[in-house]
């Protein structure tokens, strides 16, 4: 893609960090854009923004016209593209860049139904774990989380704002919960530990259990 648009595309994972970069020299300039794609990922999908293409005496590399784009049709969108550009691209780069996004947004709906299996198993697992079957619970998850369920290992908890809302007091309103919560904050929490634990190349287990999100690490 990006040497059919003439400049530099990127890919984001749900956290908004950069996975990929094409050219090399393009992961530096796509890890300066995070912010605004963690915005993007909180409009309605499909969404798409243009950031840059100003001129910027102390930041010259920052000049380019950038486009990001999320990816996937669920309401939080688990990646996005940016392409990256001298002007606004063509009818030919345009083309192109629709293509990839067909086809990223295909490849991200079935990584999405492939995760939704995933956490099916590591809820199994882990109430495999509590109930004090480790041997089940190893022979299901086979060598999914690597060694984590060989050694000893560690138990977060962590509730979300609601949860701790209610406990505190049951006259809390519906619109105050709301506006606390900050809309998905376990879901948010759930892709940045995923995310990190990918790039650290680190097995972990992670389950969401109502308006409680349970870390195995």
């Known amino acids: 893609l990006a040497a059919q648009v003439d400049g530099w595309a990127a890919l984001y994972d749900a956290s908004g960090a950069v996975v990929a970069a094409a050219p090399e ?45 999320s990816l996937g049709t669920s309401r939080r969108p688990r990646s996005a593209l940016a392409v990256g550009t ?24 079935r990584s999405r139904s492939l995760h939704e299996a995933g956490l099916r198993i590591d809820g199994a697992v882990l109430r495999m774990l509590l109930a004090g079957e480790p041997d089940h619970a190893r022979t299901v998850a086979g060598d999914l989380y690597g060694g984590l369920l060989d050694a000893p290992f560690r138990i977060a908890v962590a ?34 530990v995923e995310s990190a634990a990918a790039r650290a190349g680190e097995a972990v287990l992670v389950v969401p259990e109502g308006e409680r999100l349970v870390v195995l690490a």
């Open 86 to 109: 001298a002007a606004a691209p063509g009818t030919a780069e345009r083309y192109a860049v629709h293509s990839a996004i067909a086809l990223l947004t295909l490849t991200t709906e």
């Open 159 to 192: 509730e979300s704002p609601a949860a701790r809302t209610r406990a505190s007091t049951a006259a809390q309103s519906a619109g105050d919960t709301a506006a606390e919560t900050g809309g998905d904050p376990l879901g948010t929490l759930t892709e940045v």
């Open 25 to 69: 020299w393009a992961g530096r300039r796509a890890a300066r854009l995070t912010a605004d794609v963690q915005r993007l990922r909180e409009r309605p999908a499909p969404a798409s923004s243009v950031v840059g293409g100003t001129a910027n005496a102390e930041h010259p590399e920052n000049a380019d016209r950038v486009e990001l784009h």
